[in-house]
């Protein structure tokens, strides 16, 4: 009971935390801050926030460290625990402190987490006349739809002849 089965008879299983993750990859969506977190000398990093997500707007950075959640020390924690943490339901609060480098005392935020969509397509451009650009960075059951609308709007809406399709960031 403490492994699920993913498919078929191959005999795959899953701890339901990696089941959990896998689906939020594949589905694009989520309850958080809208932040990629990391390690950075023992301590919860904020590697970069996403754009338009809570903790975009409360205006944390990268580089930030997470020193706290809710009251707690994150000296040592995983990345994993973080999450766990980190994630929720849309419009329930968090408290994190950050240690700002530059400032000498850490600063508190109570952020309320949303839904956080991570999008397959990340970036579209039109460069000169007859270029397009399309940044893609995760595949997820919305990738194709993104891809197409895309395609669609820089080829008969922006009238491009040539496409770069960028997948240097795309993990699949």
Wanted: hydrophobic share 35%; glycine share 12%; aromatic share 6%.
């Amino acid at each position: 009971r403490d492994r699920i089965k993913v498919y078929g008879s191959a005999g795959m299983y899953m701890s339901p935390e990696d089941y959990e993750n896998l689906s939020i990859s594949m589905e694009g969506e989520f309850g958080g801050l809208g932040i990629t977190i990391g390690i950075t000398d023992g301590w919860l990093t904020v590697i970069s926030p996403l754009k338009g997500t809570p903790a975009d707007k409360e205006g944390l950075l990268a580089g930030d460290w997470i020193v706290e959640i809710e009251g707690e020390s994150t000296e040592g924690i995983t990345t994993e625990e973080a999450v766990t943490k980190l994630r929720g339901e849309p419009g329930t609060k968090v408290s994190i402190a950050i240690l700002r480098h530059g400032l000498d005392d850490p600063i508190d935020f109570t952020i309320t987490r949303d839904i956080i969509r991570l999008n397959a397509v990340s970036h579209v451009a039109k460069f000169g006349d007859d270029v397009g650009y399309i940044l893609f960075s995760k595949f997820s059951r919305t990738a194709r739809e993104e891809i197409e609308q895309a395609i669609d709007s820089l080829f008969n809406k922006e009238g491009v002849s040539k496409l770069i399709l960028d997948i240097r960031s795309n993990s699949g």
